[in-house]
């Protein structure tokens, strides 16, 4: 799927550089309608930089003292171009060339590497075409209710449903706001219906507004997904899983569990820690239930490897239902 957009993407650059042409174009025609001399102007430094890189090449005697003279009347000018534009309220850079983005000039590379804005467009394409983009339109920070958390503790933990969860989401911003700088993982668990999923995808549409490539999967999917890798040698679909900037593997326990099931997750996840690459699990299961659901090895890496946040309280599903 990534490949697949290379050609969509380049096309968006090619259009933004043909309209800022077009723009610079108009800019162009007006000043030239209502300024000419800038216009004048422009043509002579023009002329004056062709004289320079001509007289460069040949042997003057006195090359140096020309050239440094050339270039002071280029500054001159330069600056009479820009003291007329802004005299008469336009701004200096009237006449160049606008970028989206100044650091690749809207081309998407610089060299051979990618630029970052080539990535933010590439997540909002893929973003666009996933069943995630309507999840989450629902799915955000701006529709988390904590009313749904009780803030009496009557239940064994040290704090109240209510406390527990809004250090859970305290927690969250901070994952999303250090995204780039720590190398945390996070394992949600607890019952079903306290609002790990709901989180998940918050924090899934705070870090692909920000550009991150984030990969939804739960774990049913995530399985049918490494089969395809392994049988049908999806590279494609590997790579996605692998270098991804944060997958989520939601409803960790609920997939049909086997060997292959067992080692192929488990090289997933080693894989990605020893890339660095950020996962969050959730799961309806404690700790110990996990322990006997997984092998010790995939127990002690998710537990190892991830910040633990038990999620309790009334099932909000049911009190939807009742409402
Ligand atoms: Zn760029």
Redesign the pocket.
């Known amino acids: 799927m990534i490949n697949s957009h290379h050609l969509e993407i380049m096309k968006i650059y090619e259009d933004i550089r043909t309209k800022e042409q077009d723009s610079l174009r108009k800019r162009r025609a007006e000043i030239e309608a209502k300024l000419p001399e800038v216009i004048e102007i422009e043509s002579t430094i023009g002329k004056l930089c062709i004289q320079m890189s001509l007289n460069a090449l040949r042997n003057l005697e006195s090359r140096e003292e020309y050239l440094r003279e050339v270039k002071e009347n280029i500054t001159t000018l330069r600056m009479e171009k820009s003291e007329l534009l802004v005299s008469h309220g336009y701004s200096m850079d009237y006449l160049e060339l606008k970028?989206?983005?100044?650091?690749?000039?809207?081309?998407?590379?610089?060299g051979k590497e990618k630029?970052?804005?080539?990535k933010q467009k590439l997540v909002k394409i893929y973003y666009t075409n996933s069943d995630l983009s309507s999840l989450l339109q629902k799915n955000n920070f701006d529709n988390f209710n904590l009313n749904y958390y009780s803030s009496i503790n009557n239940g064994p933990e040290r704090f109240s449903p209510r406390e527990n969860i809004e250090n859970i989401v305290s927690k969250a911003w901070g994952f999303i706001k250090n995204f780039n700088t720590s190398d945390e993982n996070l394992l949600f668990y607890g019952n079903s219906g306290t609002g790990k999923t709901f989180l998940s995808h918050c924090i899934a549409k705070e870090l692909l507004d920000k550009g991150y490539f984030v990969v939804y999967k739960t774990s049913e999917d995530l399985i049918k997904s490494l089969k395809e890798i392994k049988f049908n040698g999806n590279l494609e679909l590997e790579e996605h899983l692998i270098n991804c900037d944060l997958l989520i593997i939601d409803d960790l326990g609920t997939e049909m569990s086997s060997d292959f099931s067992k080692t192929e997750l488990f090289n997933l996840l080693n894989g990605k820690l020893l890339k660095g690459k950020k996962m969050l699990v959730s799961t309806n299961y404690a700790l110990d239930g996990l322990t006997t659901m997984y092998s010790e090895r995939i127990t002690s890496r998710l537990i190892g490897n991830f910040d633990l946040f038990k999620f309790y309280g009334n099932d909000i599903r049911l009190q939807k239902k009742m409402a």
């Open positions: 970028y989206h983005c100044s650091k690749c000039k809207d081309t998407g590379f610089l630029c970052t804005c080539y």
